[in-house]
Each structure stands twice: as C-alpha cells, then as structure tokens.
C-alpha cells in the first residue's frame, strides 16, 4: 500500500483529482456571481444527470462518442505525435458509414458491418498522407492534420448536398434510417429484460454500440500495451533516437501511429450517424476533436482510463445542460471549468514543485557532503606527480 | 611584465565529485598564441570554461589585466574583453554573417538597425584582421571555415582582446586550418592574445609561442614551444596510468567476427571524419581504439552500427556486407552496442526498466507471441537480469528515469550483454558513472570476452583502454595510425605519440595485425 | 450564368473590394501568428483571442459608448488570457499547444457564458447597442474610378491591417527586438550566449500575437458586423496559423497567403452559380498549404542530399590521391 501511495500513478489521479475539485470550485465562485439562486444552479449541475432516466440516456451518448476519439488520440499521442485530423477522419466515417446503410443493397447486417468497415478504412487511409509527409520529409503534422480537417469537412458538406441529401430536403441532411436498418438498443431483446428494455428505449436511444465500444476500449488497451506495436509506438513516443538505436523502424511506426488512430476515430463517426443522430447531416461533429484531445491528454493516454475521463466529461456537459435548462446559467461553464482543469492538470510543475524542492533538498546536502570530503582527501594528497 | 591572463590555484571540483581541475596556476602574457594542451578528462575545458565565466571555480583567483575578476556569467568576461569561440557554433542560421556577427548589440540609426553600418563594421573588421568572410550570405550556406571566422568576428566586434578558442581545428579541413593560422598571426600582430585548446601537436609547434600542458586536472608545466618537441610535450600528456587491476587471463583469440575495410566517412558539413580505416575483431579479443576524442571514433561506431551512412568502404560481419543497413538488420547479426550517449541512445528514460531491456528482442521469441508480448516472460527475465546485473531498483517496472547513471549503465549492459553477441561495440562504457558501477562493467566485459565475444572497446580513458584491451589501435584525425598486437607490452608514453599523430606505422607495418 | 460574365463581376472592382474587406480578419490573426512562429512559441489559441477580442470590445462599447476606449479593453482582455497561457507554458512547463487549446476552449466557451449572462441571448449581442468603426473615404483617392472603390472606404481595421502588415515587416528585420526575436526562435541556446532572455522575448512574443488577434476579432464584431456571435472567428484563426505555413513565414508571404484564402472565399460564391461546387474551391488553400509544406520538405531533403553527394565526391577524390601518394 505504501508503494501505492508514492507510486506515480498515485501522484497522477491526486493530481486530477486536486485539479478537477479546483476546477469545480472556481466554477462555483462563478456561479456565485451570476446566478439568482446558485446554489440550486450548481446542484442541477453536480446532481442533475442522474435525476432522470433520459438524463442518463443523454449522458451515455455524449460519452460514448467521447471514449472512441479518446481512444483515438491516445495512440497517436503514445507515439508523441502531434497529430490532430480526428475530426477529419471522424467525419469522414460518418459520411461512409451512414451512406452505406442509407443506399448500399445489401441485407440489413451485411449493410452494417459493411458500413462499420468502411468507416475505419476511410478514416485509415486518411491519415496516409500527412503521416507519410511527417515521417520522411518531417513536415509538420500539426499544420498537415489541421487543413486536411477542414478539407474533410468541406468533403462532407460537398458530398451531403451534392449526392446524398434528397432534393426537397428541409435541413442540410440526409433521410433518416429507417427503423428496420438501425442499430439495435442495448439491452437485448430478450424475455427478462422486456419491462427494462421498454423503459430504456422510451426514453433514451443508447445503442448496442455500447458493447462495440467496451471491445474497442479492451482492444486499445491490449493493442497499446500487449502487443508489439504497441511497444514500438510508445517506445518511440518516448524516445525516437532510442528506438531506432534498438532497431524499431521509427519510420513505419510513425506512419501507422496515425492511421491505426483512424479505426478508432472511424468508428466514432459511425456512432455519431447510425446511433446519436440516424442521418448524415452537417454539425454532427462540431468541436467533438478537440474534446477527444482533451480526453485523451486527461486520461494519461491510458485507454482504460478514457472510459472514465469521457464519462466524467460527460457527466460534466449534462449536467451542465441540466443546470442550464432549470436555472439562469447557461452550459458554457461547464467547457470553462474543463478549459482549467486541463491547464491544472498539464502544468508539470504544480504537483511535483513541492515533492522536487525536498529532493532537491536532499541530493544537495548530500554533495555538500561529497565535496568536503574530496577537498580533505585533496589537501592531505601525497601523490603530486 | 605582469601576465595579461593570471588564474590561480584554480580548483574546481563538480557535484558528483569530480575534480576537473586541481590547483592549476596558468598565465597568459598579452600578445602571445598560447596552447593549451592536454589529452581528454585533462581539465582544459574546464579551466577555460571558468576563465570565461560560464563555471564558476571552487577555490582560486582569476586577474585580468592585473584586476581580480569574479564572473558570474560570460557577459561579465565579455566585458572583461575575453572571447570564447566553442566547438559548437552558436549562429542562427538564416541570418546572414554581418546579422550574426552584431547579434545582440545592432548598431540603430533612428530606432532602426542601421544595416549598412551592420555590413561596414563586417567587412571592416573581416579586413582588419583577416578573416575573410562574405558579409551578406547566408550562414546555413557557408562552409565550415567560414562559420568559425564568424563566430571569431563576432568575438572582436565584442571588443575582445583575448580570444579562447576550443578546438578550433577539429572541424576544419587543412587547407581551412591554414586559412585559420594565417588569421591568428594578424590578429597577435595587432595586438590581441590568442589561447587555443588543442590536442594536436603539430598545430602547436606550427603556431604557438608558448604551451601549457594539463592532465588529470594538473597543471604539469609551461614551456616555450621553441623549446620542446613534440615527443616531450606527448610525454607531458600522457603520464603513469593508473593501471587496473584486472584479472584478465591470456586466452588465445578465435575465429574473425567483423571485418571493416577502407571505411571511410564524411560529415554533413563535408569533412572526411573517417579515411580508409582498416581492422578486423576477432572472438575472444578485446581490441581498443586509443585516441583523443574527436578523431573519428564516434562515427566510426555509428557507421559500424548502422546510424550513419558510409561513404565508402566495407563492413563484414560473417560473409554479410553490414555497411549502410538499419540498425535492426546490424544488430540481427549479433552486433551488439553500449553507446557512447547513454541518455540519447542507449535508454528511453520515461519508458520502465523492462521496455528498455527488451527493445532488440521484443519481436523474438520468448517474447514474442503472434502480435502480443509475454509480459510474464518479460518480467522473468528482467527479473533475472536485474539481479544478475546487479541493477539497483525494487521492480522493473519503474521508469529508467528514477535510476542513478551508473544504474542506468547497468540497464544498457544488461541489454547489450544478454543478447549473447558475436560482437560487442562498447563506447565509453564506464564515461559518468560511479566507482562500483565501473568495476562491474570492466569486469563483464572480460566476462563476455573470456566467453567468446569480439569486443570493439573505444574509451576516452586511456588506462581503461589499455588494462582491459588484448590489442591496440590508435586513431588519429580519422586514420588508423598504429597497431599493436600486445597491449601489455606497451608504453604508453609511445602510445601518446601514435595517438597524437607524431609517429605512424606504415600500411605495409600494420597489415597482418590489423 | 455564364463563364464570362463571372470574369467580369471578378475583375470588378467592387469584387476586389470585397476580397481585401473579407481578408482582413484572416490577414490581423495571421499577423500575430507569425509573430509567435518566428519566437519559436506557435500560438495554437488564435481563434480564441479573436473570440476574446470581439466579444469585449462590443460589451465595452455598449457600455461605455465609446469605440475607441472598446478596442482599448478588447485588446486588453486577449492580452491578460494569453498572458495566462504564457505563465503556464513559460513558467509551469505546461505543453505549449496544450495550453494553447485550453486557452481556446476557455476564451469560446466564456464568451458565450458571459454573453448570456449580460443579454440572455446565446446567439448573438443584438440587444446591445454597440457600435462599430467608422468606415474611411479617402479624399480625392475616393473619386478615382476602378482604384477608388477598391482602396476607399474600408473601415478602420482594414487600413490598421495593411499598415500593420508592413510594420510587423520592419519589427522583425529592422529591430533589434524583431532580429532578437527571431533569433531567439531560431536557435535560443545562441540567443542566450549572447546576453538575450529568451523567456522574456517568448512572453513579449505571444502578447503581441494577442493584440493582432484581438484586433482581427474586434474587425468582425465592430467593421463586420455591429454585434458579437458566438463562435465568430469561425476558424480564422487557425486559417491565419495556416496563412503563416503557406507564406513560408515571412511578412509578405503571410499576407498574401491570407489574401488568398480571402480570396478563395469571396470567389466561392461567384463560382457557385458556373455550377463549380463552393466547397471545392474553399479547399484549395487548404490544400495548397498542404502541398507547400510538401515542397518545402523535398526542397529541404533534396539540398541536403545534394550537399552530401557532393563532400563525398570531393573527399574519395582526396582519399584516392592520397592512396596513390602513399604507395
């Protein structure tokens, strides 16, 4: 237990832990200033999504999206990649995915694992090219993956009003999904779940993606630390010259760092077109990229600890939304309070300052010590040659 | 006449206990080309580290022009007029010359900088002193020799008087080395005083007029160069070795391991590091590579370990030609290889203790399960590893990072040794680390050689190289300038002098014991 | 509509108003961002600091009734939240495009907050009576034909831009903090062997970068518009990060990279009606920056190879001399 306590690890969750109840209190001090009634404000906040069975429902949803683009980001972060066309590749999935089960003639399952298959494999060999241009002719993947996102956007837009949405369309969006072509909910249609099932589907939508997701978050944990890749991405991640003096193709490493990042962003966008929204339409991803950057940075890049840090941040946006619909403080505190915790939970230095100062402490008196000693031992030197 | 430069029982003494310099006296008179010469872990660079300010000394004085100094950084010993032109350059590349050169204090017309006078006092001062250079090109287009008169002007513009420089004709081929002495002689004659740290005996009979010589952080004496040769100044360097005591039994060597033929190397700045380097490691051998760093032996390993690219020459291992392969593809021939930078290359410091040891096999079995690694078996072995090489830390599971340097060198061999190599390339494999660490990795090194492995062993430590090496080359300005087949027979005094380059066996000489 | 009567409306004058009128707000968050590319510290929350911008000035400015104190404050507010971002990069070692998107994240999402709390609208300030900038017309300039329409009667921002432009150009090569700046961007262990303080230099860096932005923000919610939306940079902050790419990281470059993607923008529309898809052509800058890092790369690689092929030609020849010599 005592190694526990010092371990690093420890040291990380206090760190989070320390920044979030900041984080929260400064957004109470907020509230306090611009709220009539805060103290009912931040209850809603704090408490609102688990008041409500739909609550719960929404909760899920958000997260669950969340959890795929923070798998994502974690193995393009492991490998110390500043790479950032999630949303691209995100997007792109949902286009091909939701078009696949909107027009391809193929019998319901087919359709659909046809249309999770393509998805991954569109957002795979999107990162192709700036992951080729950042590993051979080292240009700067940040500024490659930032245009290439805009571009995949600008795709989406073209091929939704150009090809897919139906000519007298309302919205800037596709039919919905038929009913029979859906994704299932997540509680089977079994006899003993019957009453639950109603209860759930009445009010919420979360899908049978949930069980694709709790695979892919096992399989991310298990692709980063247990197999080989894995290895060879965090080796280099940690440090690149190493790697290479090991032996690990640094190159290749790069490359697939980026796109094997797409089968997981890939099916984030599957799940914002066949489960969250049942269509394809413009907006479905707005601003979903940088929350996954924020996941991912919060969870260590640790995939088991995604699945939290997106249900937490989900939690946190529902409630916010909670509070906002009950009371007179609009959700936006609540992106304030992530902005902070990510600063707290980033700066390095905050934690370890105090922990640093007393080894330091203690590794200078120790040389004080050294020092005299070789300053006795150097007067007192018999050998002068 | 009172020295320009008087620094006093200098003594500097580093946190981990290192005493670079030992009570050194050292003085320079105004307008003389002062050499100061020592081989490596001497303490030249220390000493003009702290006449320069950038070290502060434990005890001693520093004078300058008869007034005690204290620097607390180098701006003070700017302002003192010394100048320090470093082996690294420190220009920023896209500017041009004249930007460089007047970096940091522009002359302004208006607010503005006043680029014309920027260019004449460039030009001005490159005339005055000879140094020639083009005002208005681009640094990261200039050769090498030009970047150095670079970073000189720079120094005079400072208004230096006195100019230190480290090494400066380690990376200049002859005909720059020239260019740089012509230089030197105008500078003296008008007036400034030059100290120059070299290792190069030659340079110093050619262009000093006085040396001093340094080793182990000791000052041994000042001469007037006319008055010394280069054999005694080597004799000087190069003192009574600490032999080690080593218990190495005589065993005769096996079969070839590598063979390394007319390998040859250029820099990316265009100098031949390496030129026609010829030898050959044999099982059960430790052959050491004695030498003053910056001959060669860095890139020599790098290119023998498929870092770098060559751009000539052969490398075989077995019947295969290794020369210009992966890395992977050198070490799947049994090449092993502690690197001479451990925090670069050898270890990945926030990965654990286990990640690093497993980095050349992880892709092999035991490790290797299809796709998957076998944590269990990666743990048991590193388990194994950690005792047998004595590595001092609770679990392999922590990272790299919360090891002492020594401890972080036991990682690295425990590695390289467990991989069971046909060869070992091991670059100063006892550099920073502390006593125990030492003994134990000198010890497994004759360990893996008694056992059959054919060991490269470069080391900046000439003792080292010389208790635990069966055979010797010496390596000078990228060339094999010596072998000697016997390491127990020789003096090293007559190393020194192959090593500096004062004496030199023909190829013909060298041939059947290469 | 037909292939040449899109030409002509292009040619217009009116059209080439417009581009310059659309390009400011990329060309003002360009600026700064190249300010703090060539400090070696990238600004990565632009876009927030135009948001920050835009918002206060327009709060300032229905509150106080005064548009010159408004812009005042709303280059005030960017510069105290890019200050944070600084301290925390500069001085708590966090990871400076993380705090970056922080900083982003923080400046979107409170001005919204505060923009509901003021007005209870989330969408836009229109019940606030801000003001915006005067519009300027050149006298005698304003009467040229073709010429007038172009370069009079922009308003303040725009002019502010354009001059800036050329300032920013003789702050960073003819300086002293400009070159240092730059020296510091490009080899700070050389700027500190010369006395210069690299954290200061960065800090100064970035709280430039947020007066441009602020001023790009404030060109949307005071010249624009006449109110604050939420989200109204609309991505033009990362456009100007990309301006900076695309323009090779020089003054001129940048601004004209950033007139482009003006330019893209404003012709999108007119393409539109040739049947050539907006979005199509709204990806051609992006896409050219891609392909300009790409050219730069090989351009960098290929000089190095060459360089290389050449000192190894030149010392086997050596070698070989002295090969025979010895023999």
Request: some cysteine; glycine content about 8%.
């Amino acid at each position: 237990m005592k190694n526990f306590l010092k371990s690093k690890g420890f040291r990380e969750v206090l760190r989070i832990l320390l920044a979030l109840l900041i984080g929260l209190t400064l957004g109470f001090i907020i509230t306090l200033f611009v709220s009539d009634d805060p103290i009912a404000a931040y209850k809603a906040f704090l408490f609102g999504p688990v008041s409500r069975l739909n609550r719960i429902g929404d909760w899920l949803e958000e997260s669950l999206t969340l959890i795929l683009l923070g798998l994502a980001v974690c193995i393009v972060f492991s490998a110390s990649q500043w790479y950032i066309g999630v949303e691209g590749q995100m997007v792109l999935g949902a286009l091909v995915s939701g078009v696949v089960v909107l027009f391809v003639p193929l019998p319901p399952v087919w359709r659909i694992t046809l249309a999770f298959i393509a998805a991954m494999a569109v957002a795979f060999v999107w990162a192709i090219i700036p992951a080729i241009l950042k590993a051979y002719l080292n240009a700067n993947e940040l500024v490659t993956s930032l245009m290439l996102n805009t571009v995949a956007l600008k795709l989406f837009e073209y091929l939704l009003k150009n090809f897919i949405m139906p000519e007298k369309a309302r919205s800037l969006s596709s039919d919905m999904i038929p009913d029979e072509l859906r994704l299932p909910s997540f509680i089977p249609n079994l006899p003993i779940f019957t009453e639950v099932r109603e209860l759930w589907m009445k009010q919420t939508s979360v899908t049978a993606m949930v069980y694709v997701i709790i695979a892919a978050v096992i399989f991310a944990y298990f692709l980063l630390y247990k197999t080989s890749f894995g290895y060879e991405l965090r080796t280099v991640g940690s440090n690149k010259k190493f790697a290479r003096f090991g032996g690990i193709n640094v190159n290749r490493t790069i490359v697939l760092s980026m796109t094997v990042s797409g089968i997981f962003a890939g099916l984030a966008g599957v799940h914002l077109s066949l489960a969250i929204y049942n269509r394809v339409m413009m907006g479905m991803s707005f601003g979903l990229g940088f929350e996954g950057i924020n996941i991912a940075i919060l969870a260590g890049n640790n995939p088991l600890a995604v699945p939290i840090a997106a249900l937490l941040y989900g939690y946190l946006r529902a409630g916010a939304d909670v509070m906002e619909r009950t009371s007179d403080v609009s959700r936006e505190l609540v992106v304030v309070i992530q902005a902070l915790v990510l600063l707290l939970v980033t700066a390095e230095r905050l934690l370890p300052t105090i922990q640093r100062r007393i080894s330091d402490q203690r590794e200078e008196n120790n040389n004080n010590n050294k020092i005299k000693d070789t300053k006795r031992t150097l007067k007192g030197d018999p050998n002068e040659s | 006449m009172k020295p320009l430069i008087d620094l006093k029982n200098i003594v500097k003494v580093y946190d981990n206990g290192v005493v670079a310099n030992d009570g050194v006296n050292f003085s320079v008179n105004k307008g003389e080309i002062h050499a100061l010469v020592g081989e490596n872990g001497a303490g030249k660079s220390t000493l003009m580290k702290i006449l320069y300010g950038m070290e502060k000394p434990t005890e001693g004085e520093i004078w300058v022009n008869s007034d005690q100094k204290h620097f607390n950084s180098s701006i003070d010993a700017i302002a003192a007029t010394i100048g320090m032109v470093h082996q690294n350059f420190m220009l920023v590349p896209s500017f041009t010359v004249a930007e460089n050169v007047v970096l940091g204090d522009e002359p302004l017309k208006n607010g503005l900088i006043n680029k014309e006078e920027v260019l004449k006092i460039t030009k001005d001062l490159s005339d005055q002193f000879g140094l020639f250079v083009q005002p208005d090109a681009i640094v990261d287009s200039i050769n090498v020799g030009m970047r150095q008169r670079v970073e000189i002007l720079k120094t005079l513009y400072r208004k230096a008087e006195i100019l230190i420089l480290d090494e400066p004709t380690a990376v200049l081929t002859p005909q720059e080395t020239d260019d740089l002495f012509k230089a030197i002689r105008i500078l003296v004659k008008q007036g400034k005083t030059v100290i120059f740290i070299t290792h190069k005996l030659r340079e110093v009979k050619e262009i000093s007029d006085r040396v001093t010589v340094m080793r182990r952080g000791k000052m041994i004496g000042t001469v007037d160069t006319k008055d010394v040769t280069r054999e005694q100044m080597a004799n000087m360097m190069v003192g009574r070795e600490v032999f080690l005591d080593i218990n190495k039994p005589k065993i005769k060597r096996g079969e070839k391991r590598m063979s390394v033929k007319n390998l040859s190397y250029v820099s990316e700045t265009g100098r031949a590091i390496l030129r026609n380097v010829n030898f050959n490691l044999f099982s059960g051998e430790i052959l050491g590579i004695a030498g003053v760093e910056g001959n060669g032996q860095t890139e020599l390993i790098e290119v023998i370990t498929g870092l770098k690219p060559a751009a000539g020459g052969t490398v075989l291992v077995g019947e295969k030609d290794v020369v210009n392969s992966t890395p992977r593809e050198v070490r799947m021939r049994k090449v092993a290889h502690i690197p001479e930078d451990r925090l670069t290359n050898g270890v990945a410091v926030r990965s654990t203790i286990e990640e690093n040891l497993i980095v050349d096999r992880y892709f092999q079995k035991p490790y290797k399960n299809g796709v998957f690694i076998n944590y269990n078996v990666v743990k048991k072995e590193s388990e194994a590893l950690i005792k047998k090489f004595g590595i001092l830390t609770p679990t392999g599971k922590l990272p790299v990072s919360s090891l002492s340097g020594g401890n972080m060198q036991k990682v690295i061999v425990a590695r390289e040794f467990s991989s069971d190599p046909d060869v070992l390339i091991a670059a100063q494999p006892t550099r920073g680390i502390d006593v125990g660490a030492t003994e134990f990795v000198r010890e497994q090194l004759i360990q893996i050689r008694n056992e059959g492995t054919a060991i490269l062993l470069v080391s900046a430590d000439l003792g080292e190289v010389m208790s635990l090496s069966d055979r010797i080359v010496t390596l000078y300005e990228g060339e094999i300038t010596g072998v000697f087949p016997d390491a127990s027979k020789i003096d090293e005094k007559e190393l020194g002098l192959y090593m500096l380059g004062i004496k030199k066996q023909s190829a013909g000489e060298m041939e059947k014991y290469l | 509509m037909s292939l040449d009567v899109v030409i002509r409306s292009v040619l217009s004058a009116l059209f080439i108003s417009s581009v310059i009128r659309i390009s400011t707000p990329i060309i003002l968050p360009a600026l700064g961002g190249l300010i703090a590319i060539s400090a070696g510290v990238p600004n990565m929350a632009l876009e927030g600091l135009m948001v920050v911008g835009a918002f206060t000035g327009v709060v300032v400015s229905a509150f106080t009734g005064n548009v010159w104190l408004a812009i005042l404050c709303g280059i005030a507010a960017s510069v105290l939240i890019v200050w944070l971002m600084a301290f925390f990069h500069l001085h708590l070692n966090t990871d400076l495009f993380i705090a970056g998107l922080a900083i982003n994240l923080l400046c979107s999402s409170g001005t919204v907050f505060l923009l509901y709390t003021l007005t209870g609208d989330k969408g836009n300030s229109a019940s606030l009576a801000s003001l915006s900038v005067p519009n300027i017309h050149i006298p005698i300039i304003k009467d040229i034909p073709f010429l007038g329409t172009v370069l009079s009667g922009h308003n303040v921002f725009t002019y502010l831009a354009l001059i800036l432009a050329i300032l920013v150009y003789i702050f960073l090569y003819h300086t002293r903090f400009g070159t240092h700046l730059r020296a510091v961007g490009e080899n700070p262990e050389a700027a500190t062997s010369l006395g210069i303080n690299v954290k200061r230099v960065r800090m100064i860096a970035l709280l430039l970068s947020a007066v441009f932005a602020s001023l790009g923000g404030m060109n949307l919610s005071m010249a624009y518009l006449q109110l604050f939306q939420r989200d109204m940079a609309a991505g033009r902050g990362w456009i100007g990060i990309a301006a900076v790419h695309l323009g090779g990281r020089t003054p001129l470059g940048t601004v004209l990279a950033s007139v482009l993607f003006g330019f893209s923008d404003a012709i999108a529309n007119q393409l539109g009606s040739l049947k050539i898809p907006t979005q199509l052509v709204q990806m051609i800058p992006y896409l050219t920056t891609v392909g300009a890092l790409v050219v730069y790369g090989i351009q960098k690689k290929r000089a190095a190879q060459e360089r290389m092929k050449k000192y190894q030609r030149e010392n086997i020849d050596q070698l070989a001399e002295k090969a025979v010599e010895s023999e």
